[in-house]
């Protein structure tokens, strides 16, 4: 039944080392995003895929970058986690990129600790 | 640019209270107008939506209706529980531009 699925749900990493968070859907959207969301914050758009094309936000960090292998599954990579990166990291997918009828649904994130 | 403003919290209630949050927006265009809600250490959950002015969407008691020329899309419940705490979202959708949030509005409802 679920729609999409985030693994892990609570992720910890050192200081400085490589993480990777996983985002899949069985709703065969065209579009994924990755939010980062803070502690009683809203979430912040990190960047998104419209099928293979990839689009950054203005103000997302290098450190993170993000790869689409195909249509299901959608990858968060951040390279050198700092301590300020720990955070709830959220996936969504939509049908389209545009269009303002479209909905985004959420998975259910997965919580990023930095020791 | 897209903008949401939503009241802020927390807002404590006793369980079968009446909510209102309000929610107002900034908008070019015909955006449509979300509720997400989100629960403790959980990821958001699409609550209701509207996607046109007179609008009214409703889900699990919740409704709101999409008010353009108040610009206000604002979240109603007439009998609040214990298990609606959590925060919740107002959220818009404009052209070709992903959501734009509020931030949040944190309920909790006690017995």
């Known amino acids: 039944d679920a729609m999409v699925i985030q693994n892990p749900r609570y992720q910890v990493t050192q200081f400085g080392k490589p993480v990777t968070l996983s985002c899949s859907q069985t709703?065969?959207?065209?579009?994924m995003y990755w939010y980062q969301q803070k502690s009683s914050q809203a979430p912040k758009l990190l960047f998104h895929?419209?099928?293979?094309?990839?689009?950054n936000e203005a103000d997302t960090p290098d450190n993170f970058q993000s790869r689409r292998p195909n249509t299901s599954f959608c990858f968060l990579d951040i390279r050198s986690p700092g301590l300020g990166d720990a955070a709830m990291y959220l996936c969504?997918?939509?049908?389209?990129?545009?269009?303002?009828?479209?909905?985004?649904?959420f998975g259910p994130g997965t919580r990023l600790t930095v020791l | 640019g897209n903008s949401v403003t939503q009241m802020e919290g927390p807002v404590t209630l006793s369980e079968e209270a009446f909510l209102t949050i309000n929610c107002t927006y900034t908008?070019?265009?015909?955006?449509?107008l979300f509720w997400y809600v989100q629960y403790p250490g959980e990821g958001l959950q699409l609550l209701l939506k509207a996607t046109k002015a007179d609008d009214k969407g409703s889900n699990k008691g919740f409704e709101a209706t999409y008010r353009k020329e108040t610009t206000s899309f604002h979240l109603e419940k007439g009998s609040v529980q214990v298990s609606d705490s959590a925060v919740y979202f107002c959220?818009?959708?404009?052209?070709?531009?992903?959501?734009?949030f509020g931030k949040g509005t944190r309920l909790s409802v006690i017995a």
């Open positions: 959220a818009l959708r404009g052209g070709n531009t992903p959501l734009v």
């Open positions: 895929y419209y099928d293979k094309d990839f689009n």
């Open positions: 908008a070019t265009g015909y955006p449509s």
């Open positions: 969504a997918t939509s049908r389209l990129a545009g269009g303002s009828t479209d909905t985004q649904y």
């Open positions: 709703l065969n959207h065209n579009v």
